[in-house]
């Protein structure tokens, strides 16, 4: 191999493949009276332009997800102060609007038993930096830069994920975006 393939293989497809092949507490084993439930992810600017988008995929696949909506958009200012509106007081408010605007995102609603709460375990903690210690093996500690830029995005609640999911589902499938 190359310096470049070995490097590319070292940094961006071990970590993922680490992470794919991981178990997590309740990941196989869910039961068969386990209600099915839908989450949305969103791979943030920073993870669609870090060429992170397909091993994300997989790693969602090979975890049991069902990817049933997949909407790859360029959001504008004005769908991002929406979208965020429960921070608009908040003093990172501006950059993150910014941010988010500022190249494609994918959106993606995951479905499966528990799919909030595992969705949430496997791109581990908000900060990437505090990820890196704690959760190793996470979407974030592998390819998060900072608390902004942190490659993607989850529902923290079952009332949260069908808020999402509307605010992106139903405003596509009518034309708005």
Not at 31 to 58: F, R
Request: charged share 20%.
């Amino acid at each position: 191999m190359t310096h470049k393939l070995t490097a590319f293989f070292t940094k961006i497809l071990l970590p993922f493949f680490i992470l794919s092949t991981l178990s997590l507490p309740n990941r196989y084993s869910a039961d068969a009276s386990t209600e099915t439930e839908k989450t949305l992810a969103i791979i943030k600017p920073d993870g669609v332009s870090g060429n992170y988008t397909n091993s994300i995929k997989e790693t969602i696949l090979d975890h049991g997800f069902k990817i049933t909506e997949e909407l790859f958009i360029q959001l504008d200012e004005d769908h991002v102060k929406s979208f965020y509106a429960e921070h608009s007081s908040r003093s990172f408010f501006p950059s993150l609007v910014e941010y988010m605007a500022s190249g494609p995102v994918l959106i993606m609603v995951l479905e499966k038993g528990n799919a909030i709460a595992d969705w949430r375990a496997l791109i581990g903690p908000t900060d990437p930096l505090k990820a890196k210690v704690t959760h190793p093996y996470s979407v974030r500690a592998i390819c998060g830069l900072d608390l902004q830029k942190n490659c993607v995005h989850g529902s923290d609640s079952p009332q949260s994920a069908a808020q999402e999911i509307t605010f992106f589902v139903e405003r596509t499938s009518s034309g708005h975006y």
